[in-house]
Each structure stands twice: as C-alpha cells, then as structure tokens.
C-alpha cells in the first residue's frame, strides 16, 4: 500500500534523481576537488544521462496527467421540494421547581451514630 501511494505522488523520481545526483556528485569528485564537484552536480549546467532521463520521464509522465479533462457535474434540472410536517402532538414537559425548599434535604433518618 505505501509503494503504491509513493508511486502515486511520484516518489519514484525524487529517488531516481537523488540516484543520479549522488552518481554524478561521485563521477565529479574523481576528476575535481568536492566544493568544485558539488557545484558542477548541482548547478544544472552539466546533466548526466541519467538526469536527462529522469526530466524526459517526468515530462511524459505530466503530460499523460492532463490529458483528463473533468467534467461539470450539472445534477437535475428540475427542482425537488421536500417538506416534513411537524409532529401532531407535542409531550408536556414541566420545568423543574426553583425554589429553596426543592434543594434542600432533610437529614437521615436515624441520625447516625457514632460507635
């Protein structure tokens, strides 16, 4: 499932490219010092045949993506109205009493004693 969703947000060429920079980064580094070799790699100037493939792959890979045009959904043409009617009958529900005496407790019956 991961392979397929890294293909699917194309991983697979951010790897082939990291592929071919580290190729080229080591071809570089046997004929020229590593600041030198890691600006010729980098630079874009002097693509391997590797990186040329990687761009032409991503070329024809955007390409066939926007061949697929999306349509407007347009849905029904004429208008449905929808009604639900209310309930018959609606329960009676009394709201609680406010008053002190309704938060007040009486005390336990016996009151308790101490053993």
């Known amino acids: 499932m991961a392979v397929v969703l890294a293909l699917s947000i194309g991983l697979h060429w951010a790897f082939l490219q990291s592929l071919a920079w580290t190729t080229m980064l080591v071809d570089n580094l046997a004929t020229s010092s590593f600041s ?16 040329k493939a990687v761009a032409e792959g991503k070329k024809s890979e955007k390409k066939t993506a926007t061949l697929f045009q999306i349509k407007k959904f347009e849905g029904l043409s004429v208008a449905v109205a929808i009604s639900v009617p209310p ?3 609606f329960p009676k529900i009394e709201a609680p009493s406010t008053s002190p005496e309704a938060f007040s407790h009486p005390p336990p019956v016996p009151p308790p004693r101490a053993a």
Do not use: S, V, Y
Not at 43 to 50: L, S, T
């Open 36 to 51: 030198t070799a890691l600006q010729r790699t980098f630079d874009g100037k002097h693509p391997c045949a590797f990186c």
């Open 87 to 89: 309930p018959a009958l």
